[in-house]
């Protein structure tokens, strides 16, 4: 990190994370201002999404650090830009990750784009991350935050150069219970608020109730691999492949599961399958239409503005997930193809393929299909 002083603009969310980095900006002696971002208006006076009492956090945190806090309003761009997009995708029978979007549309450019008017030459957030600049590359790397449990850089692998060089991520230096005891021992207000677990910038809520509000759904079977009819689904939207939870058939049992573990292995979603409106699930955790070991992942971006060359690195499918060795195959344009040796669980359509070169995130893409085992 620069230790050259600037004016370094945070984005304060009422978490934690963003507090404490406001904290060590400071006390680096930046002139630190804060930003509080609303980004969510549809019933924001319900219980799962408050952002009024974040404000509040936000606002107590930049009285105790004695620096200014704005709260800006950018919840047109989130509706356009993320929300939009996310529904999309639902409707389309894939699994988005809105907090990808969210970072690369609102964060790092709605947010960056107003900090620069405020004649910022830095902006900060509380993500667990880290950048690097290479000189002998003359380039800015996104690197994993130190705290594995709580490494982001998953979320932040659309960022390009010109934000990774504006662009500090303090927090990531530290663990997350550094992170706690440094909020504690300086009084802030939310040392002990517990982290936001809910889609980003609409909050914690029943999943499918909200969007049972946006999207239509239609009805349908519920077949397992040889076409029985084991339930009815309340339309594929609300599905994501590996899912255990939710199906409403957890009495059945398949005395016929060779593949699957056993007439009591648990049943998981498999397929989607948008034309006959069907959803096939599977029994036991390991079945083979749960295995998939090459994907084909689209709209890619690279941090470093071009893609890896073919060969080996790591990826990761879905977040929290362990990084998995795999073989890069092709990658030009905005596609690029991953084979990897040992079968993967579980890879979503929609979801992100995220690829490593040990602790620098190399960038990645959406996946668009999968070569299941079976």
């Given at each position: 990190?620069?230790?050259?002083?600037?004016?370094?603009?945070?984005?304060?969310?009422?978490?934690?994370?963003?507090?404490?980095t406001?904290?060590?900006?400071?006390?680096?002696?930046?002139?630190?201002?804060?930003?509080?971002?609303?980004?969510?208006?549809?019933?924001?006076?319900?219980?799962?999404?408050?952002?009024?009492?974040?404000?509040?956090?936000?606002?107590?945190?930049a009285?105790?650090?004695?620096?200014?806090?704005?709260?800006?309003?950018?919840a047109?761009?989130?509706?356009?830009?993320?929300?939009?997009e996310?529904?999309?995708?639902?409707?389309?029978?894939?699994?988005?990750?809105?907090?990808?979007?969210?970072?690369?549309?609102?964060?790092?450019?709605?947010?960056?784009?107003?900090?620069?008017?405020?004649?910022?030459?830095?902006?900060?957030?509380?993500?667990?991350?880290?950048?690097?600049?290479?000189?002998?590359?003359?380039?800015?790397?996104?690197?994993?935050?130190?705290?594995?449990?709580?490494?982001?850089?998953?979320f932040?692998?659309?960022?390009?150069?010109?934000?990774?060089?504006?662009?500090?991520?303090?927090?990531?230096?530290?663990?997350?219970?550094?992170?706690?005891?440094?909020?504690?021992?300086?009084?802030?207000?939310n040392?002990?608020?517990?982290?936001?677990?809910?889609?980003?910038?609409?909050?914690?809520?029943?999943?499918?109730?909200?969007?049972?509000?946006?999207?239509?759904?239609?009805?349908?079977?519920?077949?397992?691999?040889?076409?029985?009819?084991?339930?009815?689904?309340?339309?594929?939207?609300?599905?994501?492949?590996?899912q255990?939870?939710?199906?409403?058939?957890?009495?059945?049992?398949?005395k016929?599961?060779?593949?699957?573990?056993?007439?009591?292995a648990?049943?998981?979603?498999?397929?989607?399958?948008?034309?006959?409106?069907?959803l096939?699930?599977?029994?036991?955790?390991?079945?083979?239409?749960?295995?998939?070991?090459?994907?084909?992942?689209?709209?890619?971006?690279?941090?470093?503005?071009?893609?890896?060359?073919?060969?080996?690195?790591?990826?990761?499918?879905?977040?929290?997930?362990?990084?998995?060795?795999?073989?890069?195959?092709?990658?030009?344009?905005?596609?690029?193809?991953?084979?990897?040796?040992?079968?993967?669980?579980?890879?979503?359509?929609?979801?992100?393929?995220?690829?490593?070169?040990?602790?620098?995130?190399?960038?990645?893409?959406?996946?668009?299909?999968?070569?299941p085992?079976?």
């Open positions: 990190m620069s230790r050259a002083k600037q004016r370094v603009v945070v984005g304060l969310s009422g978490g934690v994370d963003s507090a404490v406001a904290h060590l900006l400071k006390q680096q002696g930046h002139e630190v201002v804060g930003i509080f971002m609303k980004n969510w208006e549809d019933d924001d006076d319900s219980e799962h999404c408050s952002s009024r009492q974040d404000f509040l956090d936000a606002a107590s945190v009285d105790v650090l004695g620096i200014e806090i704005e709260h800006v309003n950018f047109a761009e989130y509706k356009d830009r993320v929300f939009a996310f529904l999309r995708e639902y409707q389309a029978g894939r699994t988005p990750n809105p907090d990808v979007l969210c970072n690369a549309e609102i964060k790092f450019k709605a947010f960056l784009d107003h900090a620069m008017r405020l004649g910022a030459e830095k902006i900060a957030t509380g993500h667990y991350a880290r950048v690097r600049f290479n000189a002998a590359t003359g380039l800015h790397e996104l690197l994993k935050g130190l705290d594995p449990a709580k490494d982001q850089s998953y932040l692998h659309r960022l390009n150069q010109a934000q990774l060089a504006r662009t500090l991520f303090p927090v990531g230096e530290l663990k997350k219970t550094e992170v706690r005891r440094i909020a504690d021992e300086i009084g802030l207000p040392a002990k608020k517990k982290d936001s677990t809910g889609i980003c910038f609409i909050g914690e809520r029943p999943f499918r109730e909200f969007l049972n509000r946006y999207i239509q759904h239609a009805p349908g079977p519920i077949l397992d691999e040889r076409g029985r009819r084991l339930g009815r689904h309340v339309g594929l939207s609300f599905y994501t492949l590996g255990r939870q939710g199906l409403g058939i957890g009495g059945v049992k398949d016929g599961a060779a593949r699957g573990g056993g007439e009591h648990p049943w998981f979603v498999a397929r989607k399958e948008l034309d006959t409106n069907i096939r699930v599977v029994q036991g955790h390991d079945h083979p239409w749960l295995l998939s070991q090459r994907l084909v992942a689209q709209d890619a971006s690279w941090v470093a503005g071009r893609p890896p060359a073919p060969g080996s690195c790591a990826a990761k499918t879905r977040y929290r997930q362990q990084d998995a060795a795999c073989e890069v195959e092709s990658a030009a344009g905005a596609d690029f193809r991953l084979r990897f040796p040992e079968p993967q669980w579980a890879v979503t359509p929609g979801q992100s393929a995220v690829l490593y070169d040990g602790e620098i995130c190399l960038g990645g893409g959406v996946i668009a299909a999968v070569d085992q079976a």
